[in-house]
Every structure is written in structure tokens, then in C-alpha cells.
């Protein structure tokens, strides 16, 4: 059954009626442009088909009652506050509390969500429901809510709600992604440009490798990541490290005395570069040539932001050793999915090299499939 016939089941079976209308919103991966986001830089993100599908009505009563597929019990509230809600229903809660606090008038409402964005793999779980009830609530509401100030809200939701540090990558692309289009998001003006990204035709693939190697950045490494990166802009006197260009980069880096800010701050500074220059590459039709970025971008995070773990390297090693034209960890690090560039006629070989890797060294299997770019969050 697909996940938007699951939500409409599970609304029937819970709610004894058929919802006014079913809203999904994608998980999605991040091309290039890792931890660019809080340092006001760009991301180049594109959405999954893997979506979680919000099935809503709006109730008699007051109040928000949620059931989930993922959960035995559904939770209900009323007006809450950050702190009030916890669990996969703080993403719900969250989400009504941001829209009040942004002046809305949310109509009471009955939800039921099913899901197949896979949890805790760096693929966004958590933005694909924010954006699918937010999405439904707005619809529902008949907010006047442009679509480019969707993702603020969502990650307001995330940030003082829920209580995770992340910056805007997530929900933006959740929100704001087209079908075949990778979205270049400059995250400091918010503004987009839809850059056509048609694998299919250059004969190329996306696989994703999920690592299955736990993931999880609500801990400290990343807050620990953005307080390193904001104390650095400080020392340097910019608003962000976007404001380091990469011509100044040797400057800036023999202004730090800590030698772990400057890796930093090296890292942001070439990943805005390397976002830039797959921009580039991409707006000329050579996809194939982003290979190299992709994977320096790796060897980036790897060396100088340090957040990739055993089993993301090793993918990605494999991956290039077996033929990809580059591979990278995808998301905020720690565990979660790598990407890797293929020859669309080389996705088997590519899987077996890379599930041997992780046999030869004792890893638990990973999960892999060819991506392609899929729709933003919508009404169905
Ligand atoms: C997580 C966060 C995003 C972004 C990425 C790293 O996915 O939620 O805001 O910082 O990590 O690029």
C-alpha cells in the first residue's frame, strides 16, 4: 500500500470518517553544501520520493489529536508551549505552536500520518512531518503563508520546540523542492534558484547508501560544530562565515590560533565554494564533472569538520573504488547516507562493492537504492 493510501486508512480507521485531504512532504538529501546552512552559506539539496503523508480533517472540538503509524498511541493536546509535548508528536506540537507564535489562528484538527522516510538516517524524518502537517494546517487554515517563509516556521518548530540546533537545509527542501530539480538555496537571503538535475538523461544515477550506522544530532557534536563556527566568525569580525570568500581564506586562517576552529572554518569556506562550483557544472549540463566536488567534499568533512563516522568512509571508498565519479556523506553526519555518482548501468556492481566493504569489516549490511529527485510538499 503507499504511504498516502496508509494515511487515509488509518484516518478512517481512527477517526471513523474520510479526512478533508491528505498532504506529503519528501525527506530529502543534500547534493553538496554540508553545515553551509547555519553559517548563512548554500545547500544544494533535492527531495526523495520517500515522503511522510499527513491524512487531516478539521475538528468539532477544540484541540489537535495525531495518530501515527509509528506509534501505538495517538497523543492529543491543546495550546502548548516548548517543553509541554515530547516525543515524535513535539515535531505536530511544534508545528501548531510556530504557526500561533507567527500570529495564525490554527483550526482544530484530527490528523493521522504514515510514513516511509527512513528515521534516523539523515534523510530528514523529522522535516518531512513538520512540512507535511504545516503544509495541511496553512491549507486548512487559508493562512496567507508564501512558500518561502514555510521553512522558517517548520524550523522554528525544530529549533525552540522541539529543541534541536539545526539551521534551514531540511525544511527548505522538504518545502520548497521541485520534481528533476535540485534546489540551490541561498540560505542567508533565502533565495532559490530550481536547477535542473535530469540523471536519467545523462545516463547517471544517485545511490544512496544508508550506512545504518546510528545517527543522531540532536547530541552535542553538532551544536558543538555551530558554536565553533559562530565563535569563529566573532573572532573574525564577519556576521557569518558565509562573509569569508575563498580567496580570503588563508587570511582568515592565520587570524585563528586554535587549530580545530581553523579545520572549521576551512571547511565551510571550501563547501560554499564546491556548492557554487556544482552550480556551475550543473547549469552547463555536466553533471558528470561534479564527481571530483562531491568528493572532496567528503574528505572535508572527514579531516576538517570531523563528523563522519567508520562506516560513511568506507562507503564511500568503496563507491569510488568500484567506478563512482564521486561520493559523499549526506546530512549532518555522525552515521546516516552517503551519495555516490554512478554510470546508471553500474548500480549493481557499485552495491555489491560497497556491501562487500562493509562484510570485510564486520559492519552491520547497508541499505542501498538509486535516488531521484522528487516533489516538494504538496496537497495530493
Ligand atoms: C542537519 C541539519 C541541517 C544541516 C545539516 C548539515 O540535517 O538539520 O540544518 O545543518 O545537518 O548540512
Known amino acids: 500500500m503507499s504511504v498516502a493510501s496508509s494515511a487515509e486508512a488509518a484516518f478512517q480507521k481512527h477517526y471513523g470518517s474520510a479526512p478533508a485531504g491528505l498532504w506529503a512532504a519528501p525527506g530529502r ?16 539539496p533535492f ?34 508551549a516548548p517543553g509541554d509535548i515530547g516525543g515524535w508528536a513535539a515535531y505536530v506540537a511544534g508545528v501548531v505552536w510556530s504557526l500561533q507564535q507567527a500570529g495564525f489562528d490554527v483550526p482544530p484538527a484530527r490528523i493521522a500520518l504514515s510514513s516511509d522516510v527512513p528515521l ?10 513538520e512540512s507535511a502537517v504545516l503544509t495541511a494546517l496553512t491549507d486548512l487554515g487559508g493562512f496567507d503563508l508564501p512558500v ?3 521553512p522558517g516556521l517548520a524550523q522554528r518548530a525544530e529549533n ?23 534546489l540551490f538555496l541561498d540560505c542567508r537571503s533565502l533565495e532559490v534558484e530550481q536547477i535542473p538535475f535530469d540523471l536519467a538523461a545523462a545516463g547517471l544515477a544517485i545511490l544512496i547508501i544508508n550506512s545504518n550506522a546510528p545517527h543522531q544530532h540532536v547530541d552535542g557534536e553538532y551544536g558543538a560544530r555551530r558554536k565553533s563556527c559562530e565563535e569563529a566568525a566573532r573572532v573574525l569580525g564577519v556576521p557569518a562565515l558565509r562573509d569569508v570568500p575563498v580567496e580570503g581564506l588563508a587570511d582568515a586562517l592565520a587570524r585563528l590560533d586554535d587549530e580545530v576552529m581553523r579545520r572549521r572554518v576551512r571547511h565551510i569556506v571550501t563547501e560554499n565554494q564546491r556548492v557554487l562550483d556544482t552550480v556551475e557544472l550543473l547549469r552547463a549540463d555536466r553533471v558528470r564533472d561534479i564527481g571530483p566536488l562531491l568528493t572532496a567534499s567528503h574528505a572535508s568533512m ?14 564511500v571508498e568503496a563507491a569510488l ?35 562487500r566493504a562493509y562484510a570485510e569489516k564486520g559492519f552491520t549490511a547497508p541499505t542501498i537504492w538509486p535516488a531521484t529527485a522528487a516533489a516538494g510538499a504538496r496537497k495530493l
Not at 520517500?50 to 478539521?58: L, W
Not at 472540538?61 to 491543546?78: C, I, K, Q
Not at 534516523?120 to 512531518?129: E, K, Q, R, T
Open 321 to 355: 573504488a568500484a567506478g563512482a565519479y564521486g561520493a559523499r556523506m549526506t546530512g549532518g553526519g555522525f552515521g546516516g547516507c552517503v551519495l555516490a555518482l554512478i554510470d546508471a548501468d553500474r548500480a549493481e556492481e557499485t552495491t555489491a562493492a560497497v556491501v
Open 120 to 129: 534516523g538516517s539523515g534523510l530528514s524524518s523529522s522535516a518531512a512531518l
Open 29 to 44: 538529501v543534500n547534493l553538496i553544501g554540508e553545515h553551509t546552512d547555519y553559517n548563512d552559506g548554500f545547500v544544494l
Open 302 to 315: 572527514r579531516d576538517d569538520f570531523e563528523i563522519t563516522v567508520a562506516q560513511v568512509d568506507v562507503a
Open 47 to 80: 527531495a526523495l520520493p520517500q515522503q511522510t503523508v499527513a491524512a487531516v480533517a478539521p475538528a468539532r472540538e477544540p484541540g489537535w489529536t495525531v495518530h501515527s503509524d509509528l506509534a501505538d498511541e495517538p497523543v492529543s493536546f491543546g495550546t502548548t
Open 160 to 182: 525552540d520546540y522541539v529543541g534541536a540546533p539545526t539551521g534551514i537545509l531540511d525544511q527548505s527542501a522538504s518545502i520548497r523542492c521541485q520534481e528533476g530539480k535540485a
Open 148 to 150: 518561502e517563509k514555510r
